[in-house]
């Protein structure tokens, strides 16, 4: 570990400047192995005087803050929420009548979270084909994403093996996603302190592990402005272990299994 | 909850089993194919095979293949994890029978996502 | 096809370079950066020991790994768990270096066209008979500051 506490305090406020992101203490590491390559590319002999270097150079901060604001992702990412899309949420919007679904993948990172949305309408409703919208801050994740060609370490995170063989097809050292699922998701550069991205109204929303790094405020601001994108009777899925109680009070939670889903709560969509 | 972790090498049993143990399982051991199937008749409580493909005497695709056969083990889920990392391959496993397929090498977090999918674990979510 | 066109995606260092940091990321370090290109001359590998499988194939190609015995001691530690000064038997050596060279084949085997049976490991003291073998490439890796070893051969 070569950072010190002020070169850590800079990257952070850099970090929460551009993206409201928050690296508290406790994160040093993350920094650390985040930055590492950046450094060796750069020539640097550590990350701290890789940092220190930063200073003088704001073409570099770009590089940083995206290296820094990239998710550890999987695919199915905890299970549970997927299978409550295809059991629960789906068929209540189609017995709704809803044929046209229009999804949003927040902080989609490389595209591991749109995809199994993809594979998972393919697997259960085949019939429907959901315009899907995925968005992150980072360029390089959206080009990963567009590219839809994963490593053999990203595969086996979450990929049950029967999706594997459906979906994708080994070239060489990586594995690329079948056109037909690839086709389904249109990537965009977003930012979530923005207003919501074209595309909606939303009928599902998934804004998966991104709150926890944003101060009480700014996850209010996100939580409304998704809101105000969302048809009125949408559903949000949050990550295992976020909230939006104590946060916003107008969603309603429903309690499916382990899961909670949000919804609007009525006639308090603005 | 009971797992039989199937490999001819024993540090990939010590590390497939550790995990599994931390998962919540009991964990018995086979080095080949056919071992496996005398444990599989030995223990009536297993629900779960953790299987290498490349071993000696029988292979873990064989014991996939002659546990498929069987109507008393039709709910065991069989879990290749092997370096036979070809789509050929893994299309070969599951045709055959195995649920889920594991490339070497692996973390924790690889199989326990994969239990996790198929209902044998409930994972607590770590921020 | 030709053995050389069948092996042309892994005549470069790169491949087996990921192969390796992947399985020394994931199971022997936990955590990436302690695998990488050895700069410098070849090393010379102290009281030197050799782990292969072979794939089989219209040329059957053999997978090698090659370290120290203290490397290979180290890296059986690694993987068991072991405390830094436990003593490692030969049983376990052979175990966890064979594995490792299994691992390394049969990511190797992933990548190439129309890979046959990968054999089961074979560790030793010496080295394999390689005499009428060709070798398609070698590379080390510094470990910890200890080399490491990955050739491929075709044997005729």
């Known amino acids: 570990m070569t950072l010190t506490d002020d070169a850590f305090d800079f990257v952070a406020t850099l970090v929460r400047q551009r993206s409201a992101i928050q690296l508290e203490r406790g994160k040093e590491y993350l920094v650390e192995s985040r930055l590492a390559p950046l450094a060796r590319t750069a020539g640097a002999t550590d990350v701290d005087s890789y940092v220190r270097a930063l200073r003088n150079d704001v073409t570099k901060h770009d590089l940083v803050v995206e290296a820094l604001t990239t998710n550890e992702t999987s695919w199915f990412r905890d299970a549970n929420p997927f299978a409550v899309l295809h059991t629960t949420v789906v068929p209540e919007l189609v017995g709704r009548g809803r044929r046209d679904f229009r999804i949003w993948s927040a902080a989609c990172s490389s595209g591991q979270e749109p995809y199994s949305i ?3 309408f393919s697997e259960h409703f085949p019939a ?7 968005t992150d801050l980072s360029e390089l994740m959206l080009d990963r994403g567009r590219a839809g060609e994963y490593t053999q370490l990203e595969i086996n995170r979450g990929l049950p093996a029967p999706m594997l063989v459906k979906y994708f097809e080994r070239t060489g050292a990586t594995f690329q996603i079948t056109p037909s699922i690839r086709n389904q998701v249109h990537f965009r550069h977003h930012n979530l302190l923005e207003p919501a991205p074209l595309g909606g109204p939303f009928d599902i929303v998934f804004l998966r592990n991104v709150l926890i790094y944003f101060d009480v405020e700014t996850k209010r601001d996100v939580l409304r402005r998704v809101r105000m994108s969302m048809a009125p009777d949408g559903y949000l899925f949050l990550g295992a272990a976020e909230t939006t109680i104590g946060v916003d009070e107008t969603w309603e939670r429903i309690q499916v299994g382990n899961t909670s889903i949000y919804r609007p709560r009525e006639g308090k969509t603005r | 909850m009971k797992a039989l972790v199937i490999d001819d090498s024993r540090v990939m049993r010590k590390i497939v089993g550790g995990i599994l143990v931390d998962a919540g399982f009991e964990v018995v051991e086979a080095a080949d194919g056919q071992e496996a199937l005398d444990q599989m008749t030995l223990n009536d409580d297993i629900t779960l095979c953790c299987i290498d493909w490349n071993m ?10 002659e546990v498929r056969k069987h109507v008393q083990w039709r709910d065991v889920t069989l879990m290749m994890i ?3 990392g070809e789509q050929g391959q893994i299309v070969r496993a599951l045709a055959a029978g195995a649920h ?5 090498p692996f973390t924790p977090e690889v199989i326990l996502d994969k239990l996790q999918f198929l209902g044998l674990v409930e994972m607590k979510e770590t921020v | 096809m030709t053995s050389a066109a069948t092996w042309e995606p892994l005549t470069g260092m790169d491949p087996v370079m990921t192969i390796a940091q992947d399985l020394f990321t994931t199971m022997i370090d936990g955590e990436p950066g302690h695998l990488s290109p050895w700069l410098g001359d070849t090393p010379v590998l102290e009281d030197p020991r050799y782990a292969w499988v072979d794939v089989d194939g219209p040329v059957v190609t053999r997978v090698m790994l ?3 015995r203290a490397t290979g001691e180290n890296l059986t530690r690694a993987l068991l768990a072991m ?9 376990d050596f052979a175990d966890a270096v064979g594995e490792i060279a299994n691992v390394v084949g049969g990511n190797v085997k992933s990548l190439v066209t129309n890979p046959g049976a990968l054999s089961l490991p074979v560790v030793g003291r010496d080295e394999p008979d390689n005499s009428s073998a060709m070798r398609i490439m070698a590379t080390y890796f510094g470990w910890k500051g200890a080399p490491l070893g990955v050739s491929l051969w075709a044997l005729t």
Do not use: C, H, N
């Open chain 1, 128 to 134: 429907l084909r959901p315009q899907i919208i995925a």
């Open chain 3, 83 to 91: 405390d830094a000064d436990e003593p490692v038997s030969d049983a």
């Open chain 3, 66 to 68: 090659m370290a120290g």
């Open chain 2, 100 to 104: 889920e397929y594991v490339i070497k």
């Open chain 2, 56 to 65: 000696p005497v029988m292979s873990g695709f064989e014991f996939v293949v």
């Open chain 1, 118 to 120: 993809a594979m998972t």
């Open chain 2, 82 to 84: 092997t370096t036979e």
